[in-house]
Structures are given as C-alpha cells and as structure tokens.
C-alpha cells in the first residue's frame, strides 16, 4: 500500500498581494502518440528526418486525397483512457477546426469536439510531502497536429517543414483541479511517466512530443469551493491561457507571473480579459498572443470525409488486459514486497528501465541493499557523468555480485565502492577483481586481533581516554581498518576493540 494521505487541494496564496487570492489552473496536454505512422496516413513519424521528406500527399492536402484513419493510433488512444481510468467510448466522431495557418495545408484540423474518444478519468498526484491530490481528467481526444514555420534561415522568407503534419496527437483536457505551480509540475510529471509506462508517448518536451497550454485564472478564497458546489466557472474568475509550454521548470514560473499580472489588474480596478498568452523567460513576463477563441469562432462541423468511429467492447477488453503494471501498482509492489522506503520506491519507479534494472539486481537478494546500490552508487555516477540508464557499463548481474559479496562478508561496504569504480571504469566482473586485486576482506579474527594488538600497545594514552570515554574507541576502529588497508570485517573489529579496552 502507498503510505499517503489524500488530501483536497489547498489554495496557492499569492506574495505581494494586497488581498489573499487562490490559483485555479487546469492543463491541456498534447502527447504525441508514439507510432511509426501518421493518424490519417503512412507517413513516418520520425524525428528529426530531412524537412518535407516524411509528407504524404494526404497530409499535404492535395486535392482529392481522403484520409484514412490508422488503428494502432486509436488503440494507442484507448490504451492512454484506461491507464488513466477512464471512461472509454464506444462510439467517437471526428470534426473539423477551421482556420487558417502557414504550416495547415488543408485550412483545417481534423479533430473531435463532440464526440472524444475517451471521457472523464483521474490522475493521482503525490506532492512529495506525504500527501496526494486526484486531478480529474474531462476528456482525452484524437487530432491532427500543424506542421513547423522555420523564420530563422533567411532574413527575409519563412520556411515551412510539413514533417510533424498528421501526426497524432492526443490532447488530455484536465478539469481546474489544480492549485499551484508545484502541483502543476507535479501532474504534468506524473502524466509522463503514465504514457511512458503505457508506452503511448515517449514524454519527450524538448522534441515537442510534449507539450502544455496552461489555463491560469485568480479567485477570492472559498470561490472555488463554491465551482465545486454549482460547477458554475463564473466563481474562478477569467482564465487566461498560456501557449505551448515544454518545460515543468517554465511551466511553474509563467503560472507564478501571469497569476502576479492578473492579481495587479484587478486591485488596480481592471478586469482580465480572456485571451492566449505567451511566456517569456527570460524577462519574466507573460504577453498577448491572441483574443481567446471559443468553439463558435473555429465553425466546428463533422468531418464529411471519416465515418463514425465505432469500436466494440471486447476489443476495448483485450487491450485493458494487455496493460503494463503503472507506476502506482509498481511502488507499491516494491515497497511491499523489498520492504523499500516510500522515496527509495519513488526513485526506482520513476521510470521503467530504472525499475527494470532494480528489479533485476534485487531478485533472490537484499532488496534494500540493492536499492542502495542502485540509488547512491549507480545513479550517482550516471548522472555525474550525464548518463542514461540504459548506457549503464555495469550491468544488473554484476551490481547484484557486489551486493553478493558484501553480504556474505568476502569484501565490506567500503570495498565494494573500489570494486564497483573497477567494475564500472572497465568492464571487470566484480568476483574476479575482488580475487586478482586482493581486496577479499580479513575476516581471521587472530590476525584482526593482533592489528588490534598492537594499535593498543603503540597508544597508551589513547587506551586510557577510551577507557574514560567508550565512544573514543571508534579511533582504536580506525586504526585497524587502516593498518589492514580497509580489508579488516569491521564487525569483528569492533567487537574486538571493546573487548581489549575493558582489559
């Protein structure tokens, strides 16, 4: 079981403020599914290919192309719903997004407004404090994303890269469950790692495979427990949104200074007004991009080219059946079953290779022996030499050897890190170093006895401090491990320590 508490949310009160006010943000995520091709055609969907070369005449929107809906993407879709808890329909539309743009061929967008494919849902949130909010979803649905304007290769042209157009994109509509920028990071972050489980979307923002639109709007306390009441939005105030955030760290600042900007309006005797803004970083501040536009202004209407949607139930059951263990039922699993710590089962489960790699060194072993080798040793070194898991030189077999070897006593802890150095710096497999290098640790209590011997006899005034002060004898301890180049049990040195300074 996760040791958490599940709390409602708590108002973000703003600094600087003459009045207390409340944040109230709700996210519209577009994940990028992860397919080999487009929602409506064979192009492929790599990144970063040669511009213009992954178009099909389709996504180029030449004249009497039909769009041809691909299954994978719609199961792919599904398979977000259920990991999320959500409800999935049965029956879904497409409708079309009217409006103009340099990298929309067809002067539309294909997407769904009516009818998604996939309804209400939740995302479990944990804070990092012991608590957890539930972030409700409204809605997953399915749609066509733009292709790129270029501005920056001629001083005087635009360029336009038709590669990203058609891919498939699923936008995950929250309701305005959440109360802060932390807890904005916070479900972004735990949404990524859902879809990475579920292998839907890699979560890649700095490609754009991930990205938000951030609805940021101000209130007087007790207004949002009124929405909760009449669910009537008129209680939080005008909401203002933030355009195409691919970055947790930006996200959480653009929400702290436009929440700032609307606050100094409205206690200077303005009012917000509802519109879609851009974030800048580097001066802080957040600026018109455009008035907001609501679903009238785009003159949605069905997709005259693309049937209904109808999927049947038992397909939707195979898939289900099919899902991965997610990150929930993962931490609670190894906490229960290695007896990890709730941070130490966070860490191991952020991501699915390191969880992997975890689960492969602990098996038949110590599970938090081998936690801490994972978490302190191995990720340690990985990130200080900006390294990937999944690049790791020491394998899961060899970083459950060392965790083998200290537990049987052949090396101790502190060993193991200079057999772990070897280890990770050439390959060497960690029994065969401990042998060749002589770095087996002494565990003959005679030898130990006489190191302990003569440390004593070559210390008098020591001993007598010792005697005085037992806790002085962690230096006799010191000695030993040193004169025996740190190949000495520290267990049975210890104990024989203690039992020469009683006399």
Not at 48 to 53: D, F, L, R, T, V
Not at 254 to 269: L, S, T
Request: hydrophobic share 40%; glycine share 8%.
């Amino acid at each position: 079981m996760l040791d958490l508490t599940y709390d409602t949310p708590k108002p973000k009160r703003i600094a600087g403020a003459k009045d207390d006010w409340e944040l109230v943000i709700g996210m519209e995520v577009h994940a990028q599914v992860s397919s080999n091709a487009k929602l409506f055609s064979g192009a492929s969907t790599r990144f970063g290919a040669e511009p213009n070369s992954n178009v099909a005449f389709v996504d180029a929107a030449m004249p009497g192309m039909l769009p041809v809906i691909n299954e994978f993407c719609v199961e792919q879709a599904v398979r977000t719903g259920l990991g999320l808890k959500a409800k999935i329909n049965l029956k879904s539309a497409f409708d079309r997004k009217n409006y103009f743009y340099p990298d929309l061929p067809q002067g539309y967008q294909i997407s769904q407004l009516y009818e998604p494919i996939v309804g209400e849902g939740e995302v479990l949130v944990e804070m990092g404090d012991g608590t957890a909010r539930l972030v409700r979803v409204e809605r997953i649905h399915m749609e066509q994303d733009a292709g790129k304007s270029i501005h920056d290769m001629d001083p005087s042209m635009s360029f336009v890269d038709l590669n990203r157009t058609g891919v498939c994109l699923m936008e995950i509509v929250s309701r305005p469950d959440i109360r802060g920028p932390e807890e904005a990071a916070a479900y972004l972050g735990k949404l990524r790692q859902i879809l990475r489980y579920l292998g839907t979307c890699n979560g890649d923002m700095q490609s754009g495979a991930m990205r938000a639109d951030v609805n940021v709007s101000v209130c007087r306390p007790g207004a949002y427990e009124r929405y909760q009441e009449t669910q009537d939005f008129s209680h939080l105030g005008t909401r203002c949104e933030i355009k195409n955030m691919n970055s947790m760290r930006f996200i959480q600042q653009a929400i702290e200074v436009e929440a700032r900007r609307q606050i100094a309006i409205i206690e200077g005797g303005g009012e917000v007004v509802q519109e879609t803004r851009l974030f800048d970083p580097d001066r802080q501040e957040t600026r018109s991009m455009r008035s907001k536009e609501e679903a009238h202004d785009y003159r949605y209407f069905p997709d005259p080219d693309l049937l209904p949607l109808e999927i049947e139930q038992a397909w939707v059951d195979d898939i289900a059946a099919r899902l991965p263990e997610l990150p929930d039922a993962k931490k609670a699993r190894f906490i229960n079953d290695f007896g990890l710590s709730d941070y130490d089962a966070s860490v191991l489960t952020a991501d699915l290779d390191s969880a992997g790699y975890f689960e492969a060194t602990a098996k038949g072993r110590d599970g938090k022996m081998a936690a801490n080798w994972v978490i302190n040793e191995l990720f340690g070194r990985l990130k200080k030499d900006d390294r990937d898991i999944t690049e790791s030189p020491v394998s899961p077999d060899q970083l459950g050897s060392i965790v083998d070897l200290i537990a049987s006593d052949a090396i101790s802890g502190k060993i193991g890190k200079d057999v772990f150095e070897i280890c990770y710096t050439t390959g060497r497999d960690p029994a065969e170093i401990v042998e060749t290098e002589g770095m087996k640790q002494v565990t003959d209590t005679g030898a130990i006895e006489q190191a302990v011997d003569e440390i004593i006899a070559a210390n008098p005034d020591q001993v007598a401090k010792a005697q005085e002060n037992p806790k002085l004898a962690g230096w006799f301890v010191g000695q030993v491990m040193k004169a025996t180049g740190g190949k000495a049990n520290p267990k049975a040195v210890n104990q024989i320590v203690a039992q020469k300074l009683k006399g």
